[in-house]
């Protein structure tokens, strides 16, 4: 069921055109004005007059199966349905009449005779379209129902279904069922999985997950899509059952990936009871995953830490305190370490999961309380390259376009990406694009689901050896280079010349065309030439990419090397083409657009530019410094040398999402004293000193940055559970090492920001409240924000071309380590799984498993659900073998968000040249069959067990 | 900081520019990098480094971006 608030128009707008002319009907003696092409049940809408109807829903396109919603047309025969049948001009259109009235009574009759009675429905929680139908047209009992014998009916009906539970998250209820085909249509057109059908026929049709099977053991990826169109009881939350009907609506943006979908949170008291994507919702225009729709319940897991708590060494017990000890604690041990090794020697981490507000008072602390710019983000580990590839091109660190530009695009080109597990409403939307006949290029080492997927196939599928994209971008700029596409006109007008003239003489090399980096890539290269011709003659052409770009030794290089493509052919500076990353985590965009880099404040400006420093010298009324600090890397390596001692991190756990864990644990555990403010006891709180209890996205305000810049509120569901929201915990911990800080609310941080911050000069909660969400650039020449960048000319005045010579990683495959592992990311799970972990979500994927193919699995003796050691140069673990061809011989692959599975003890220091980004993407190993843990995995235990130990206080005070 | 860790980023940096046909200008663009990303730290190690051993295992134009480095440490001091 749709969210409480809404009201039903039934039929999408009509499609936006400007050849669309405006058609005036009269609706039961009112005139109404809409665009040509929009249906008389929407028409009638915009009156206030809402027809009866149980198979039409505006999400979803007009279907006219239910027979409810006809009405009269003067001069017409018969009785049309009014959600397929369009306005024209002069229609003089009755929804009421005698007629009508006896042909809905007749059809609410037909439907009530085989439907449980409302009293049954309304145990549900739910709302029952059919019961409200009937109710309004005053249908109390039907003439077709069945005698009942001992209460139960006599004859043939779908009274006795067996109700499909298996969903952690909603049941489906055939009895309830009405084969209306929202549920079905939803999968099809809102999420595009194709996981539902109507099976069967008349009487015998019923709706069908995958091949009649449980709802958890089908294709369904619960996006929950289908319990929100269904108009019955057939589907329902679980939630709704066990907690009963929301009485009020809060709207928020999800805390889970990059695409920034707007919630409404309906909520009874402080008790979230069902979370409904908004369909005002510009990023996601009303569909969500089963992270953000469902995954929420890690808000009020067991696990969360509510009290401060202090140890004075690592293997002490924790000690619960109040939040003032603690923070007077914290700020005590910072004033004597900077007091005895430097004011240099502290620093702190901001967090992609925190809001912009807390993002930007933690570097603030760093800056002007610690007195230095150790800080950074964990952007470091993703996108860093983003940042700088796209600043030294175009001008500016982030994507160029908005999500819904995808609709425009003819081509589109994604690249180590799979944005069916990582960006699921975003993948919709690009489904969507693909279904109505976009063209498909994938680079990607591995056969991801967009390959081939129902209704959809990759026109190329480019799959690269891993750690080769950029000889695969520079072979794909030679042929649109050598064989005339480039933009000559575009590029002359836009472009520094020279870099233009430099970089198509390095490109057109023969060193760099597909035939001779194909032994290099392992691509063929008639579908290297294929790929680039269809890239480069595309009307547009888009670009999407992922961390199988960033997070490589040549990450910021293959960013560039995206760019100058992008340039070459034209393909920036309007709707529909562009070079788009998507952002990991919810606020990774923000937490870099708030001056979490070492080297720059808010806005991507550089620590030395002495104008912006007294910008924010005066503001903050203390001296900043003019060198960069440490980035996240360098402050483990200044750890083991003694230089770095204490460590202040918000909502991050280093020491399972870094690289090469045993090196980052030995630099945490090399440190005096670390800060943790985290919602739960998470992997580097073992390392830790001081705990801060943090608040979920449910628990405070503020904002987040998705990956298209769009500016989008979070707002307070519920009290911190903790006590304080996370900006209200760096400020206490600011005023207690001296520095003050006296914000009351996280609208007065953003106005801070506003007055330093030129690309968001423009912001304010009033404006945020006013439009939804604004997509920054938002300022004078912007005052309702940029949905696109680049118009007319590059941010950075004329776009500059890049030589991008190819590189190999410096980590090699040899006889001992003969396989090249990458990893990434699954649906039902995110990040270093802090959240999903603690959520049904684990019945999808309870442990993170190392997909192997089966030659290489054969020829090691590995069959599937094997436990197999896996070793790098960097360190060894042990997870269970997945024997799949979604890998290609050579290749293997496994996601990291369970800490005892150790992914990243694997992974090595190595990283990208200009950020430090590390190379996840790329590691030597080998794979054997092994029957124990790794020594890693034990000792893992032994430490948990040991460091995680808390001694409860009984009388601890705020 | 352990030196062959900075070598190693240092030389990273080089191999980007390395297929700049002028070393001069690879070293300097070498150079104004690690000035505008290195903590000071980092910088004074690397420099500490080259003197003592006149940076052997720093690769092609590094080297003299190194060279830039400490000789404008020296200046400032």
């Known amino acids: ?958 | 900081m352990h030196t062959d860790y900075l070598v190693r980023m240092a030389n990273d940096i080089g191999s980007f520019f390395a297929s700049e046909p002028d070393p001069s200008v690879a070293a300097e663009s070498i150079r104004q990098h690690i000035h505008r990303f290195w903590d000071p730290r980092m910088r004074a190690r690397i420099v500490e480094y080259f003197k003592e051993t006149g940076g052997v295992e720093l690769e092609g134009p590094v080297r003299a971006a190194i060279q830039r480095l400490a000789e404008e440490t020296a200046a400032k001091a």
Request: aromatic content about 8%.
């Open chain 1, 1 to 958: 069921m749709h969210a409480l608030d809404y009201i039903d128009p039934g039929t999408p707008a009509a499609p936006e055109s400007e050849a669309a002319r405006p058609v005036t009907v009269e609706i039961d003696g009112f005139s109404v004005t809409v665009p040509e092409g929009t249906s008389i049940m929407r028409a009638a809408s915009m009156l206030g007059n809402q027809i009866p109807k149980l198979c039409a829903t505006s999400s979803l396109k007009a279907f006219g199966s239910c027979r409810l919603c006809l009405v009269e047309i003067e001069g017409r025969k018969g009785y049309p349905a009014s959600c397929t049948t369009t306005v024209a001009d002069g229609m003089k259109i009755r929804t009421q009449s005698d007629k009508l009235g006896q042909l809905r009574h007749n059809v609410l009759e037909l439907y009530l005779s085989d439907h449980p009675s409302e009293a049954e429905c309304a145990a549900s929680n739910n709302r029952c379209e059919l019961h409200e139908m009937a109710a309004a047209a005053g249908v109390t009992e039907s003439r077709y129902s069945l005698p009942r014998v001992d209460g139960v009916p006599a004859g043939c009906n779908h009274q006795h279904s067996v109700k499909d539970d298996s969903n952690p998250y909603f049941v489906f209820n055939q009895d309830a069922c009405i084969v209306c085909s929202r549920c079905v249509r939803a999968c099809d057109e809102i999420q595009g999985t194709f996981a539902l059908t109507i099976e069967g026929r008349g009487f015998g049709s019923k709706v069908s997950a995958s091949q009649s099977e449980p709802f958890l053991e089908s294709e369904c990826v619960s996006c929950g899509a289908c319990v929100e169109a269904c108009p019955t009881t057939a589907l329902t939350e679980k939630s709704v059952l066990a907690l009963g009907k929301p009485d009020r609506t809060v709207i928020t943006t999800c805390a889970y990936c990059g695409v920034g979908c707007t919630f409404k949170a309906e909520v009874k008291g402080e008790q979230v009871i069902r979370m409904v994507p908004d369909r005002e919702g510009h990023a996601n225009h009303g569909h969500a995953c089963v992270k953000g729709r469902f995954a929420y319940g890690y808000a009020t897991h067991k696990d969360r830490i509510t009290k401060p708590m202090i140890r004075a060494k690592i293997t002490d017990p924790w000690r619960e305190v109040s939040w003032d000890e603690a923070v007077n604690y914290a700020a005590s041990e910072f004033k004597r370490i900077q007091a005895q090794y430097g004011r240099d020697a502290v620093g702190g981490i901001t967090s992609s999961r925190c809001t912009n507000e807390e993002t930007f008072l933690v570097q603030k602390l760093v800056r002007a309380a610690f007195g230095n710019n150790n800080v950074d983000t964990c952007a470091r580990v993703c996108h860093s390259p983003t940042g700088y590839g796209l600043k030294h091109t175009l001008g500016e660190s982030a994507g160029t376009q908005e999500f819904d530009s995808v609709m425009h695009a003819d081509v589109i080109m994604l690249i180590g990406a799979n944005p069916t597990e990582g960006h699921p409403v975003f993948a919709s939307q690009m489904k969507r694009r693909l279904r109505q006949g976009a063209k498909l290029i994938i680079v990607d080492p591995r056969q991801i689901s967009l390959v081939r997927t129902p209704h959809i196939q990759a026109d190329y599928h480019l799959q690269l050896r891993p750690g080769t994209n950029v000889a695969l971008m520079n072979s794909i700029a030679h042929v649109v280079v050598t064989e005339g596409y480039a933009r000559g006109e575009y590029v002359t007008g836009r472009c520094e010349q020279d870099s233009w003239n430099k970089w198509k003489a390095f490109v057109s090399d023969p060193k760099n065309s597909p035939e001779a980096m194909e032994a290099v890539t392992g691509v063929p290269a008639m579908a290297v030439r294929g790929a680039a011709r269809m890239y480069a003659s595309a009307p547009n052409g888009a670009i999407y990419y992922g961390l199988g770009v960033t997070e490589h030794s040549q990450g910021t290089t293959m960013v560039m090397a995206i760019a100058n493509l992008a340039m070459a052919t034209g393909n920036l500076g309007r709707i529909g083409v562009g070079v788009n990353p998507l952002r990991g985590q919810n606020n990774v965009q923000g937490s870099c657009d708030m001056g979490s880099f070492p080297h720059e404040f808010s806005g991507y400006r550089h620590v030395s530019d002495d104008a912006v420093r007294a910008l924010f010298e005066s503001a903050w009324n203390v001296p900043l410094q003019s060198e960069p600090g440490l980035r996240i890397p360098n402050m483990f390596e200044a750890a083991l040398d003694g230089s770095f001692r204490a460590l202040y991190i918000q909502g991050e756990d280093i020491a399972q999402s870094d690289p090469n864990t045993q090196h980052v644990t030995a630099a945490l555990s090399a440190m005096e004293c670390i800060v943790i403010q985290d919602l739960f006891l998470n992997e580097t709180a073992k390392f830790a000193h001081v705990f801060f209890p943090g608040s979920s996205f449910l628990e405070k305000n503020g904002t987040f940055t998705n990956a298209e810049r769009r500016i989008g509120r979070v707002r307070k569901v519920m009290q911190p559970l903790g006590g304080l929201e996370d900006w209200e915990a760096t400020v206490r911990f600011a005023n207690a090492l001296g520095y003050p800080m006296n914000y009351t609310h996280p609208s007065q941080i953003m106005d801070e920001i506003a007055a330093l911050t030129p690309t968001f000069a423009g912001v304010t909660y009033e404006k945020l409240d006013e439009l939804g969400s604004i997509q920054w650039p938002c300022n004078q020449h912007a005052p309702e924000g940029t949905p696109t960048m680049h118009i007319g000319e590059f941010v950075r005045g004329k776009g500059k071309f890049f030589v991008t010579e190819y590189v190999p990683t410096r980590e090699k495959t040899t006889s001992r380590f003969p396989l090249l592992l990458t990893t990434g990311r699954i649906l039902t799970q995110y990040n270093v799984g802090a959240q999903t972990r603690r959520t049904h979500n684990v019945v999808w994927h309870d442990e993170d498993r190392l997909e192997i193919h089966p030659h290489d699995a054969d020829v090691r003796g590995i069959l599937d659900g094997d436990w197999v050691g896996i070793a790098s140069r960097a360190g060894e673990t042990v997870l269970r073998a997945q024997v799949t061809e979604r890998v290609q011989p050579g290749v293997v692959y496994t996601t990291f968000h369970f800490p005892e599975s150790g992914a990243n003890v694997v992974t090595t220091d190595n990283s990208d040249w200009a950020t430090n980004c590390p190379e996840y993407k790329v590691t030597a190993v080998q794979v054997v069959k092994v029957n124990q843990p790794s020594e890693w995995q034990k000792r893992y235990r032994e430490l948990t067990e040991r460091n995680t130990r808390i001694r409860r206080g009984s009388d601890v005070h705020a």
